[in-house]
């Protein structure tokens, strides 16, 4: 997003109705909730930004977060425990007892390199936690490079030789619709804006549009049977074979 007030004031409502990505903020809470819960001993947090996962680790778990020089510097201005790059981490073999990829695999050029170092880094039957965006905007450009499916994801851990445990699809067909809908109406507004293009008008009556979609998608997705069809993102649990 482009304007800092916009900004500021979209993240103080990202827990209410009125914010574009409501459906995705809530999943986001209920992600790193779980995640607490699951990680422990020495964890690794590639791609960790301003490492919001850490308040929900237990107490005994020993946090380390990781990201590339250029992005902590560039894009978020935040410090993590160590420079490195997901491809090559500084890290000698079997030291890690569970490894956080939290919305970082679909920015990395070569996954397959990746895996192939998280495997190599983790202790046998170490845990990695995986959380990949399915239908979701092309974000952090250029750095955005692809998408999987629940089967393209089995897949590449499969043929790492990891064991596939809990797995979870996020958004029901009707949120995802107001997620991505909520999404293209910010944009062409912000856009507008920066341009002084007419359609800027739109930005008195986005507010109302938006928690108007949120709260139609939450009642109809409440009195709806479970859909997995097109998620907005998958969680992945899974254990290095020992």
Known sequence: MEFPVIRRLFSALRHTPFHPQWFACRQREDLLRRVGKIASGRVLDIGCSDQEVKPYLGEKTSYIGLDYYRTATQWYGSLPHVFGDAHALPFPGGCLDCILLLDVLEHLPEPDRCMAEIRRAL??????????????????????????????????????????????????????????????????????????????????????LVVFINAAAWLISRASPEDDMMPFSYLMVCKKKA
């Open 123 to 208: 202790k046998p039957e170490g845990l990695l936690i995986i959380q990949v965006p399915f239908l979701y905007p092309i974000h952090d450009k250029p750095l955005d490079f692809q998408r999987w499916t629940i089967y393209g994801l089995h897949r590449l851990l499969r043929d790492h030789d990891f064991v596939l445990g809990e797995h979870a699809a996020t958004g029901n067909p009707v949120e995802t619709a107001a997620l991505l809908s909520n999404i293209a109406m910010s944009k062409i507004v912000l856009k507008s804006i920066e341009r002084r293009h007419p359609m800027a008008i739109m930005a008195l009556f986005l507010p109302l």
